[in-house]
């Protein structure tokens, strides 16, 4: 692999890449405003201007340019290299770049600071971007002095709403143009652009529209400074009050890479964040997706129910167990969840293998919107998974449970989940004598269970979730599990111990060794950590 | 105890012995001795007496400095506190009565004990605040928790909460009632009797305020 020197350190890169990207995967962050992996090369910010040194034997090319000499109180005609941006120029074997050991890159970089700073309103205290923001960060990094324009700033309008999700304010914009090659080179939807110019600049949406594609909430992921915000976390929370696990999304069956911010005072989820992952999302990450946080708090069944009244959870265990016990194996059935992860499907096959029930059927959320993007048809996030681990057993769909309740094959169902997929039958659900449901949600399982078994959601457990693609993908665990809710995995192990038949393992660990011959993992090439971009 | 530091022998004791006081008949029966601290008690009792009875009390604040033992009659009379003492504190407000705080939580986050709790909110469409400023929802200081630092009132960056009502932290008989809401800590005044905020950042209305879009409006 070709190389290139970066302040004294070799840097590899792939061939056409940018100085800005290879140094980037090499873990050395060149600043920038403008620059994002995902997106074209705007190169309008300046903030990565780095110095090229001439090859051996020509003559570097140099401007004329006046400094400030302040021993002689005037300004004397000197030479200064013409700079680069490292986000445009792309790498080559054996370039000599200078970026933090060069004194004029520093000069390059304070005077773009300032300038981008000349019009800010400083409003850090309200800005939802406080704490995350490069404007903060390269201003204690690279900006040498204090602003030095005494006029009234520029002002622009504030709190301008963009559509659903965004809310924009033109003062606090750099005019990186980020959001705009989001809209249209992601989202494929150019409804954003630039007016007028200079210091009069902002972002509008297009007559007539509204930012309402389904990837708006990346225009506000990619935004650098405070500029756009989502109406969804704005003013919700300090982003130096969370913490991260890296979790996978469970809106879909792309199963993209998320962080899940949450704050640990009070244990809920603020907001997801894409997680960089070339093979399965890139740098994105949907609407639907990023907004799918607020169902690990809503929706939520929180407490065990026997016969519809509420009931301490070793109590409705106990009763599950008794109608377990009590059941016959051949007019009994279990039914997986492509809702759930691998670790939980896992469990109640155990559980029917155990209890010698040899029906399993699946039930699924209900198909929904997709695109060639990133959003999938399929809204479960594990219906490979269930698909892969049921194949032994022979798996049977939800229409065939459906028709196995009305020919009375079905009387004791102990069901994962929450959703029934489209096409009816939830209404058949009544005619099960049994029902015991293990469910995240409120749903036509709850409605008709005889016991309600509340399971955490995937924010509260670590589970595996297979994608549409057939990666398997680890989730971790954010917060405890909310009210009395336990992992669906933990519940079913306590009910098969209760009914007198317990599982072999006791811990996750065990648990997965024991799932590693019916679910094999292939955990897929994630990409280096490149760090919050 | 290796055989190195067992030869060095018992450690030598450095210092001055002090003699015990003497046991004797006027010590030991007891009598004597209480009667002469009670004749302390009976000296400063007769003295404060007198000292009420014709006006001739210190001045609390320069008590330190005169003579004699000085006895003020708390709750009814009470030491001037000094000029910047931390008591209870309290949230500024605007002209209109609005909380100053515009909710950014610097105060929570600078707080060592944890005892501030703000939700923010945005104003509403139409607002003239809205866009510049939002305000707290809710403000929540456990008073119970709070160590009176000030940590607060320095990380504050409009002025907005105080801590110079003069009122110390009050007793009281449950722990509810140490909890402060927003609608409480913005009835104290300060010591000056004000209620508003001395940060001077131009308000929505007045001829120093940006505008709201282009043309300043």
């Not at chain 1, 989502?230 to 009050?241: L, T």
């Not at chain 1, 196995?404 to 009544?430: N, Q, Y």
Request: glycine share 6%; net charge neutral.
């Amino acid at each position: 692999m070709p190389n290139f020197k970066l302040d004294d350190r070799e840097i590899p890169f792939e061939p056409g890449e940018t100085i800005i990207r290879a140094a980037q995967k090499a873990g050395i962050d060149i600043p920038h405003y403008c620059w994002h992996a995902g997106l074209s090369v705007a190169a309008n910010c300046r903030m990565c201007l780095v110095e090229i040194l001439p090859p051996p034997g020509r003559p570097a090319m140099l401007l004329d340019i006046l400094a400030w000499d302040a021993d002689k109180q005037e300004y004397l005609p000197q030479k200064k290299p013409k700079l680069v941006p490292s986000c445009q120029q792309a790498a080559a074997d054996g370039m000599v770049v200078k970026s933090q050991t060069s004194e004029h890159v520093d000069v390059a970089r304070a005077a773009v600071q300032e300038l981008l700073l000349l019009n800010h309103p400083v409003d850090c205290p309200i800005c939802d971007q406080a704490g995350e923001c490069r404007l903060q960060d390269y201003w204690l990094e690279h900006q040498g002095t204090k602003k030095r324009m005494r006029d009234e700033p520029v002002h622009k309008p504030k709190a301008v709403v963009f559509g659903p999700t965004i809310v924009y304010d033109a003062e606090r914009c750099i005019l990186c143009t980020r959001c705009v090659r989001v809209s249209e080179e992601l989202a494929k939807d150019p409804v954003l652009s630039v007016r007028e110019r200079g210091n009069l600049g902002e972002i509008v949406v297009a007559p007539g529209r509204q930012l309402d594609h389904p990837y708006t909430l990346m225009t506000e992921y990619v935004c650098p400074v405070g500029a756009l915000t989502s109406i969804d976390f704005r003013f919700k929370a300090r982003v130096w009050f969370l913490r991260s696990t890296r979790t996978v999304c469970t809106g879909c069956a792309t199963g993209c890479n998320s962080f899940s911010d949450f704050d640990p005072r009070n244990q809920k989820v603020y907001r997801y964040r894409p997680r960089e992952n070339l093979a399965v999302n890139k740098f994105w990450m949907c609407d639907d997706g990023m907004l799918d946080h607020r169902r690990i708090h809503e929706g939520r069944v929180l407490e065990a129910r026997i016969a519809g009244a509420a009931a301490a959870v070793p109590t409705a265990l106990a009763k599950a167990a008794e109608l377990l016990a009590k059941a016959d194996p051949s007019s009994t059935a279990v039914v997986l969840s492509a809702e759930h992860s691998n670790e939980d499907n896992f469990a109640l096959l155990s559980l029917a293998k155990a209890f010698g029930i040899s029906d399993v059927y699946q039930s699924a959320r209900p198909a929904g919107q997709g695109d060639d993007i990133l959003r999938h048809p399929d809204k479960n996030p594990n219906t490979a998974g269930v698909a892969a681990l049921g194949k032994a057993s022979g798996l049977k769909t939800f229409v065939e449970f459906v028709e196995a309740i009305r020919g009375g094959k079905a009387r004791t169902v102990i069901a994962l989940g929450s959703a029934t997929p489209t096409g009816g039958g939830a209404a058949a659900l009544s005619d099960v004598k049994n029902l015991i449901a293990i469910s995240t949600h409120e749903g036509p399982f709850v409605e008709r269970a005889s016991v309600v078994l509340p399971a955490s959601s995937w924010a509260e457990a670590d589970g595996t979730f297979v994608n549409a693609k057939g990666m398997s993908q680890e989730s971790e665990k954010a917060v405890t599990p909310q009210g009395s809710s336990k992992p669906a995995f933990r519940l079913l192990a306590e009910l098969a111990a209760l009914a007198g038949k317990p599982f072999a393992w006791k811990k996750l660990a065990e648990l997965r060794a024991a799932m590693a011959p019916a679910a094999p993992r292939s955990v897929p090439p994630e990409s280096a950590s490149l760090g919050a971009e | 105890m290796n055989n190195e530091t067992a030869a060095l022998g018992p450690k030598k004791v450095v210092g001055t012995p002090v003699p015990r006081p003497q046991r004797t008949a006027s010590v030991q029966t007891y009598i004597p001795e209480i009667a002469k601290g009670l004749g302390i008690t009976m000296k400063h009792f007769f003295q404060n007496t007198k000292e009420m009875a014709f006006g001739q009390r210190n001045d609390p604040v320069l008590e330190a400095i005169e003579d004699g033992i000085n006895c003020i009659s708390y709750p009814e009379q009470k030491r001037p506190y000094p000029a910047r003492f931390r008591g209870v504190h309290r949230l500024t407000q605007r002209d209109d009565g609005a909380p100053r705080c515009v909710a950014c939580l610097c105060c929570s986050t600078a707080c060592p004990a944890q005892c501030i709790h703000i939700e923010a909110g945005e104003y509403p469409e139409g607002d003239p605040r809205r866009g510049y400023e939002r305000f707290p929802q809710r403000f929540v200081i456990d008073e119970l928790r709070c160590i009176f630092c000030g940590f607060c009132v320095e990380a504050c960056p409009v002025d907005a909460i105080r801590m110079d009502t003069g009122i110390h932290a009050a007793p009281y008989d449950s722990r509810e009632q140490f909890i402060f809401e927003k609608e409480l800590l913005m009835a104290f005044p300060g010591r000056d009797g004000s209620h508003l905020t001395a940060n001077p950042r131009h308000e929505p209305g007045e001829s120093t305020h940006p505008g709201l879009d282009r043309d300043h409006h």
